[in-house]
């Protein structure tokens, strides 16, 4: 065998993150958040899907593996 140092455990460090709506630093009451009004805001845009994710299906096409054509009938 090897005569290696003995390396402690890596231990996991929580960063102080800053407010993904106006970027002041979070509290630890509405984290990742920097107050209420900020989380209202964030939840707003969920509601009114303002978050998307981007995708590359047009008009009429169906998931892949569906089965199904685009008249929405099986094979």
Do not use: H
């Amino acid at each position: 065998m090897t005569d290696r140092p003995a390396t402690p455990p890596l231990r996991a460090v929580r960063m102080a993150a800053n407010c993904p709506i106006c970027g002041k630093p979070g509290t630890a009451n509405y984290r990742p958040f920097c107050s209420k009004r900020c989380a209202d805001i964030d939840l707003g845009r969920w509601l009114k899907e303002g978050y998307r994710v981007p995708i590359d299906e047009g008009p009429g096409e169906e998931e892949p593996g569906s089965g199904r054509g685009p008249t929405g009938q099986g094979s």
